[in-house]
């Protein structure tokens, strides 16, 4: 772990310095996050026999409660409520979350913001250019109702681009919870 930090911080300064990390250290990256992830699956699905996890093309998808109604078809969209966390532990809590729009979780979570207008719900268009990749892979299949996660390595993130205070190529898990799906166009 202490080497995975090491070459993080190491593509920082790169970042930083105008230059970027060499593939092959990105992809030593990844690979830790992909462990941290998995550490992560174990702790949200817990002994949960109903929880249903799925690998949907490099995007861990955890449902722990079953919505009913149409799946989210890839050209539809969802309305959803969200947490959403940059992974750096084995646990999602304040001090990774970098947004929420979901006021019970952050009153929960002791998460406090000026602006309460933005606890709204926020309608994802699969169809959108500027949508996440990692986000884009996840949400096809959802329903209504569902409670899941996506969990997925900076390869599908923000990638080089700082956001906030999401580091760069770091590993993000939005939770969700959704409102409806719409597959009309």
């Not at 462990?35 to 109903?50: E, F, Q, Y």
């Not at 996440?132 to 993130?157: N, Q, S």
């Not at 681009?161 to 770091?170: F, K």
Request: net charge positive; proline share 2%.
């Amino acid at each position: 772990m202490k080497n995975v930090r090491y070459i993080a911080a190491a593509c920082a300064a790169l970042l930083i310095a105008g230059t970027s990390c060499s593939k092959k250290a990105l992809d030593t990256v990844y690979s830790s996050q992909e462990k941290n992830i998995a550490s992560l699956v174990s702790t949200l699905s817990g002994s949960d026999s109903t929880a249903k996890v799925e690998q949907l093309d490099g995007v861990t998808r955890i449902t722990v409660v079953q919505g009913e109604g149409t799946a989210l078809e890839g050209k539809g969209k969802a309305t959803v409520l969200y947490a959403g966390h940059y992974i750096n532990s084995s646990s999602l809590n304040v001090s990774n979350l970098f947004f929420t729009n979901n006021a019970s979780y952050a009153d929960r979570l002791k998460w406090s913001v000026t602006d309460t207008t933005v606890f709204q719900p926020l309608t994802v268009d699969l169809q959108q250019g500027d949508l996440l990749e990692g986000l884009r892979k996840g949400l096809p299949g959802v329903r209504a109702g569902d409670e899941c996660y996506l969990l997925f390595t900076g390869r599908y993130g923000f990638g080089k681009g700082r956001m906030g205070t999401v580091p760069v190529h770091a590993a993000l898990a939005y939770h969700l919870w959704v409102q409806s799906v719409d597959n009309t166009q």
